[in-house]
């Protein structure tokens, strides 16, 4: 998707109205409109690009100390931090966006399943010089 075509880029730009929280030269807070709880808030970096390692470091840095801030606002004692890579990571609109969804109670806010499995410590021995080489 181009920037040109995506929503959050439209709301940077003013062409499509948000209920604004705060903002930085690089990134933008405001409330999501299909909130899962009261507070629920995005923020997004103004640089348009789809996941995670498209957005410059610099950006990206300011994106959870605002997240912090809402939790802060909204006095959420309880909260989730998310962020989506890709549709089957359950990201829905192309542009980088944490949410900050407070969760009050166990029916408001994120609801997530954890399937955790035992791991074999031969394959994360081998997985881990894996990855170390590629840092």
């Known amino acids: ?65 605002v997240a912090k801030k809402l939790a802060l606002a909204v006095g959420a004692k309880d909260y989730n931090i998310l962020q989506n890579n890709g549709r089957l990571a359950h990201q829905e609109v192309d542009h980088v966006h944490v949410h900050m969804i407070p969760k009050p109670n166990k029916e408001a806010g994120l609801i997530i399943g954890w399937p955790a499995k035992a791991a074999e410590m031969d394959q994360l021995k081998a997985l881990h010089e894996e990855l170390k080489t590629k840092l």
């Open 1 to 65: 998707m181009s920037s040109a075509a995506c929503i959050f880029c439209k709301i940077i730009k003013g062409e499509i109205p948000c209920f604004k929280l705060a903002e930085t030269p690089k990134v933008l807070a405001f409330l999501d409109i299909q909130p899962l709880s009261r507070g629920h808030a995005m923020v997004i970096p103004k640089t348009h690009g789809a996941k995670l390692h498209d957005i410059p470091d610099d950006e990206l840095a300011e994106l959870l100390p």
